[in-house]
Structures are given as C-alpha cells and as structure tokens.
C-alpha cells in the first residue's frame, strides 16, 4: 500500500503502474503527443460498408484490442450495444473498451463482461445496474474511472491507444465529415468523440443520417475517418435529454441555488466579462436563472459560459447575457439546434474543454464552476463515483477538472438527502481534492475552504450564512447519525484517476 | 544518376534520401503519424509575450532548428522578415525554414542565406529575386519545392519536424485563439497554418488585433499555441489581395475561357452537385463567369467550389449557385470577409485540402480542375516553377495534388507567350506528371491526353475544335521556333518533390 497526498491507501501495483496523486500540478510535466497508424484514403476509394459487421471486418478488429464509443447520446444511445452485440457473435473476445461515459442503457454489458467479450473499461462514469455489477466484483481487471479532462489526457498523451473509435454521428456524408446538429438523432456537440477520432488508429462512423457531400458544420472531418455505416437509427432522442432536469421547486434546492447565485454576484468575478459553468440538476438550472436576474439587474454580461451546456445557457445566449457559449456537451435538444444556428456557440473538444496536459484548457480562463456532489467531506474532498453504500453509481465528469482550474469552484449539496448524510468526515470515494473546492453551498449556509484566505476576506461584510465545514458536517449527522463504516472485500473494483494520470483513490468490491 | 518514370534524371544522393517518382499511387503508404513534444500550459499561466525576441528567447530557439511561417498575406506579409530580422540580430544561424511559400515581399531571405542564417529552405514558390538569387546556387543545399498537399504530408508524416512556427494572426485573444476574418489584416482561411499549429513542438502567434477571450470562430485553437507576441502590424492588407485579376479583356484569354467553360458545360461531370476548383487568374475568372452562365441556363448548382477562393466563388454562393465553399486559402478580401460571414463557406486545412496520404483529402471528391501552366509537353507533363530560362519563378501550389485526384483535370494556357512557346517537347522542369493531366486548353483547341479514352468518348461529337498536344507544339515552335538549350551548371538548386515525397525532378543553377 502507498498512502498518497490526500491520505488514501493505493494497492502497490497499481501506485507502481499509475502512480499515486500528489498534489494539483506535481505531475504536469512535459510529454511527447501520442502518434497513431493511418492508412491513406486513395482518390477513388470508397469508405460505405454495408453493416457495422463489415466494418469490424474491414479494421481487422481482433482480441485483445481496445475501442471506444462516445456518451453524446446519453441515455438514449444505441450504438455501443450494437457494436458490443455484433463482437460478441462474432466471438472475439477480450476487449478494452473506453467510451466516454457509460448509461443505464448499456447494461448488455454486464452479460459482455461475463462472457469475457469485454476484460477491461475505462470510463467517466458508471450508472445503476453497470455500476453495481462493477462493484460486485463481475470484472477481473478494476474499472479505470477518468474526468473528462482526464480521458482526453490520456488519449493525447498515449496512456490510452484507442485501436478501433466507434462513433455514432447525427450526420455524415459518405466520405465522413461529420457533425453533432443535424440528422434524426441530434446531439449537439460531440465534443468527446472528436478526441477519439483525432487519435485511434481507424474511426467508424456510425450514422442513421446520411447527407449529400460536403456536410457541413464539420466536427469530425474526413481525414480522420476510415469508414462509414449507415444503419437505422443510431439513438433516441428523448433518451439524449433523459435527465435534463426542469426549473426546481424544491424550497431546498431554491434557498441553496439563491445562495450559490449570491456567492457569484456577491464576488469580485462578478463583473462584465465574467465567465461561469453551472451543468445540470434542479438547482443548478435555477443558480443560472438567479444569476441571470442579477445580470440584468446589474447590467452584467458575461463573455462565456462553458461545458455541459443546457437550454438555459441558450436562453442567455439569445438574451444577449453572455458573448459566447463554448460548448464540449448538450444535454437538450434546443442547446443542440442553438449549436447548430448560433455562430457565438462554439463547439470544442473535450481537450481543450479540460485537459490538463494541453497548451491551456477553456476551464483555465474561468472565473465560477457551480458543482454537484453526492459527499464532501470535511477536508472539502468531494464524491462524486460511489454511494454511501460504497456503490459505484455516478460519474468523475468535468469535476476536478473544472474544480481545480477555475478562480471560484462551488459545490452546491444539501446537507442531507433523506437519511444520508452529504456532509461527512471522509468521503467514501475521493474524485476531487479539498484543495480544489473553495465553496460549499448548503441550505444552512455556505463553508468556505480555509485555504482560500482570499474568498474568507471578500465575503467578510457578507450576509449570506456562513458556516464551517465542521458546523456542515455536525449538523448532518445530527440529522442522520453517524454512518456506519462500509464492509468492503478485498477486490479492487475501480481506479479513481486524478486528472493528471495518478491515482486519487480505489473502489473495493461491497 | 537514377532515372525516374517520368525520365528524368535524379542525382543518386538526393534519389537514396527522397525515393524516385514511380506513378502517382506508387508510395502511399501507411505510416505513423508524426509526434511533438508539449509543454502543458498550467490554469494561471500567461502567454502573451512583449516581443518577438522574448518569443524566441522563451522558445529556446537555437542554432539548426525548423521553423515555419504561413503564407497566407501572399505580397502583404510582414511576419517572416520581421521574425528572420530578430533572429539574424540575435545571431542565431543555420536555421531551416519552411513557409508553406515565399513571396516578392520576402526579398531580405537574399541576404540571410548570404549570413549563413538560413541554409535550408522548403517551400511552394520561389518568386522573382529570392527564385532568381537560388537559380545562381546562393544556397549550399537545395530548395525543396513542396506541393500544397506534399508539405501537409511531409508535416503530417514526420518528414518535416517543425520547432518552432511562428504564425501571423489577423485577431487572437490573449491565450492564442486565432482566426484570419477578423482583425486589421484579414486573410481569410488559415488552411496552411492549421496544419503546422497542429505538428509544430511550439507555436508563436503574432498578431496586430488582440481581441477579448474566447475569440471566434476558432482556425487555430488556444491547445496548439504556447505564446502570442503582439506587433504594430502583421501584414498589410493591400499586399494581401496583390495578384488577384479581374475579368479579362484579353481575346486569346477569353477563347482559352469560352473553351474551357464548354469543355466542362458538355462534359458528363456537368450536372446537379458537381464540384470545381479553378483558381486565380484572368482566364480561370473568366471560365467561373462562362459557367456561371450556363449553370442558370441549365439550372444546375454546384455541391462545392474548393481552393484557393476568390470574390467571383463567393458570388457563386451568394447567388445561390454553390451549396458550400470549402475554403484553403482566399486570394482577395470579399472571400475572406465571405468566409466570416456564410455559414456554407467553410475553412479547411491543407491537409484535409490536399494531402495524398490523409484519409481522404477533398480533392479525391473534386469533379473538375481548372489549373495553369509555364509550360506543357507532348506527354501532359506540366511545368509550374521554372521559367523557360531554367529559373526558379513559379509554384508548385496544389498543381500536382488536384490533377491527380480530381476526376477531370484541365490545364489553362495560351500556346505561346510572347517569343517564349507553352507547349514544348519536354517542360524545363516536371512539377505534375502527364498522367494527371487530361486535357490542356489552349486559344487554338484542346488537346484531350490519349490516355483518358473516356473523355475522348464523351467529346466525340464535341464542336469545340480539338487538336493532338503535338499539333500545339508545332503550332507553338511554327511561331517561336525551336528553344535554345537552357545551360546549367552543376549545382542542383532544387528539388522538385512529388506530392508523394517521392523526386520528380531537380532544377540546375543557371
């Protein structure tokens, strides 16, 4: 065992593979860019297969390669099933696979897993019946959990060497340029399928919408492309916004969303120019609409709103609150068809979305990131992958990435959900280090982190409540007791990557 | 010696380092992509630098080492001089310099080279002086003159390893998003500088209009640039568009045009979603007027117009005549002002433009190219780099590139110039092989290549007279007699490379 900076305990083989995390910046040095093997497409070459199984004929996939899917279609994405299904009939066996992210969608996998189709994931994320499979121990080799930022830096850098990206596209002509807001299946941008694509060895583009040459806006252009199948449907639509929450009305998510909105315009970022990140969930959908009120009231615009971007991001964009929207991810339709018609909302890639390993990332220039979490403790580490049960079942997203390069990181939490407490001594599971979070907003007020001296001093005059986290903590398990400690087995069923490729923490099997 | 398929003569220590030209498809490999070394930039660091010399002291830039330069402010450019005049200062030498190509403007390159600054040199085009200067042998090494296509392949594969491009910018903010439609010095499309932001290990942007962050539409994004210099001037906008021609008067251009037009109007290629690329010049204005005529006589609109772009495409798509413009390079201001402004007008890189060893440049989709020549022999081979007197003058540009991708390839020039004969025996020096050329238009026919018995076919009953490529010879040396041998010395002054990177020629000090 090797205990790293944050006081986690990290099995020696994997410390020795992965190294163990020491702190933001300690292992940001300079590194060569991955490289890949291109076959050129020929003048009168024709990249249209006829079935996903040609392709997979067509790229020589055999055992023991590893390929990727993006998550753009969320709960609504029928493409890794598809590819996974026609795999495994096939009979090859032994698999890496590295979407994106993984939904409650993609539980055929578990039957993948146990056929020993699929031996080893990565992803950002794992949901219900996945993630609890995961956490009984299904999977010899432990899941590697990455950030976005994260997973474009091992792409980039080479720690990841996708052979084979499978891309599900909205649209595409036949030659392979592709893009995310036209078609049946829209999802906006595809801000993490264009990393893949830059770096595998071959793209297959999977579309139920094939367009007239040139198609245009390009997100994955042709010479990244090797070949194209058209299938039926490649997604549902209303499974791509499953989740997008509406306006809250929950009394406690509105007093914690008044207060998140009151840090921001109550700040010294809060001025034109300013830039911020909110995502989705009930409370973070009402902070932007707070702030968006304070906006007008102050006669504020911001310069940009960055990430995951949702419908009231849009809004702001046509109200003329905010210059520029740059956008790595939709999680609605409208924010998909404003992409597609609004030249001031720019699509990125998830490595220039938060890489940490990039000549500068977007969350670099960003002044507030509002986030979520299901624990933090009272270091201010966060969880954001496992229940309290010690379960996988969230997803690392943007968090430390976003947490640890922006001016202002607030994560916004009741204290308790229901007879769980969310503010805790140690978190189950650390995702994102205490040094990176510098606001905690509760419904009882808000616990700035000691470390930030200067936040404490500009909030000195401020009548919002505040708290520490200590004071957070006591009152939650005043609510809820004490939680019991989780019986883990001896598996390790999970690798929590810190951004940079060192390791945060690990998940045992419950 | 070596000789290569098209019979020329290839001195054996040039021939063992490049390869010989052995057919147009002959060596296009897979290969492995090219890497580069990155400097990750941190959340707090800054990039804007006071001057060109703190970029070169902070890029470590030292004797030997590549550097690169784009070329799209054509006769407008500041940047290479002031950034070589730095460099010199410094004291710096034997540095390797690779524009994508070298302009009148560039003269001062004379005296570098004479300073043992500069000794080696690839590039597109070698125009008056700086072409004239190498003729004489003033560098020790030869030139290499690259296609469009070739030298994103060269990037692309390694072949060229750029350390440090500096890149002139019409706006950046502050963290190096550039873009070429906004700014004191529009340019346009970036195309070629995309590809060297993307291979080069460092990227300096040099701009006169910092902009605030995020600048967009992003050409180059701020994960490619490590600093941004600002200048009193990058270029001057009336250089810029220096060249561009305007609608003919001449009759022998106007008959070469009216050919040309009817050759393509009555070819099969003419038909809903055809594509074509014609270029600058009087006569290839002239040939996009004569078939935008017949394109709303006979209702057809085109998918795609493509290259070098200029104010008579973007009218094509105003008037609703084109669907896209996809856009390498613009030659006047309303295209680059169009390229701001349309949606459908779309920026490419050289790479997706041309490269022969991408997975599929858009080229390979072109149905017709309008193309120039210095000259053209009785085997098709055209010369675009050397004059008749054996000096360097001209450039090879996407010349080689799209004849041998697009489908119909159509070379443009009067049979003799003045005293000086276009249509020889063999071109004074081979940039596109003659199996890429399939009909060359001239004031007294066209000459359909032998090999291309499908267009014969389809021009059977054609009423556009049409001659053997012998008979314009005739006709050409019946008006200029005979040339006179060019007397060469020994010195070989440059290499004239195959898009594939293979020699297809080399050109003697005169």
Chains 1, 2 share one sequence.
């Not at 893949?196 to 806006?217: F, G, H, M, R």
């Not at 090797?226 to 509105?254: C, Q």
């Not at 959908?285 to 009231?297: D, S, W």
């Amino acid at each position: 065992m090797v205990v790293n900076k944050v006081g986690r305990e990290i099995p020696k083989q994997y410390a020795d593979q992965y190294g163990v995390y020491a702190g933001e910046e300690a292992n940001l040095a300079d590194y060569q860019l991955a490289t890949k093997q291109v076959h050129p497409v020929k003048p009168r070459d024709n990249k249209q297969l006829a079935s996903i199984h040609d392709a997979i004929v067509q790229t020589g996939l055999k055992d023991g390669m590893t390929i990727s899917f993006h998550h753009h279609f969320r709960e609504g994405d029928y493409v890794m099933n598809m590819v996974l299904a026609e795999i495994a009939r096939m009979g090859i066996k032994n698999i890496s696979i590295a979407p994106s992210s993984i939904a409650n969608v993609h539980a055929p996998l578990i039957d993948y897993i146990k056929q020993g189709v699929v031996t080893n994931i990565t992803s950002s994320g794992l949901r219900d019946k996945v993630g609890a499979a995961i956490s009984e121990g299904i999977l010899a080799n432990p899941v590697v959990i990455r950030s976005h930022g994260g997973r474009a830096r091992a792409i980039v850098r080479g720690d990841i060497h996708i052979d084979v990206a499978f891309l599900g596209a909205p649209s595409s002509d036949e030659y392979g340029n592709v893009n995310g807001t036209k078609g049946k299946a829209t999802c906006g941008s595809l801000g993490y399928a264009m990393v893949d694509a830059q770096y595998a060895d071959q793209v297959v583009v999977i579309t139920d919408s094939l367009v007239p040459y040139p198609n245009t806006p390009i997100s994955i252009p042709q010479t990244l492309v090797d070949y194209v199948v058209v299938v039926d449907a490649i997604g549902d639509p209303e499974g791509i916004a499953k989740g997008a929450t509406r306006f809250t009305k929950n009394p406690k998510e509105l007093l914690i969303a008044e207060y998140a909105a009151k840090m921001i315009t109550g700040s010294a970022y809060f001025k034109n120019g300013f830039s911020f990140q909110t995502g989705t969930g009930g409370a973070a959908l009402a902070v932007t609409r707070f702030l968006k009120e304070a906006m007008i009231e102050n006669n504020i615009k911001a310069s940009f709103v960055l990430g995951g971007i949702t419908n009231a991001m849009a809004d702001l964009l046509t109200d003329g609150l905010v210059e520029k929207i740059i956008d790595v991810q939709d999680f609605d339709h409208p924010s998909a068809i404003s992409l597609g018609n609004n030249p001031d909302h720019y699509e990125i890639d998830a490595n220039m979305y938060a890489s940490p390993l990039s000549k500068g990332a977007v969350i670099n220039q960003l002044d507030v990131a509002i986030l979520s979490a299901l624990e933090v403790d009272t270091d201010f580490n966060v969880n954001v992958i496992t229940g309290s049960d010690g379960v996988l079942r969230g997803a690392s997203g943007g968090h430390s990435d976003t947490s640890a390069a922006c001016k202002m990181s607030m994560v916004i939490a009741p204290v308790v959900r229901g007879r769980i407490p969310t503010i805790v001594d140690q978190v189950t599971t650390i995702v994102t280090p205490g040094s990176s979070v510098d606001v905690v907003v509760t419904e009882l007020g808000v616990a700035i982190n000691p470390q930030r001296t200067d936040l404490i001093d500009m909030f000195k005059a401020s009548r919002i409540p505040q708290v520490t986290i200590e004071e957070l903590k006591t009152k939650a398990y005043q609510i809820t007791g004490e939680p019991a400690p989780i019986q883990y087995g001896d598996q390790t069923v999970a690798l929590i990557e810190y951004r940079d490729g060192t390791l945060i923490d690990v998940v045992k099997n419950v």
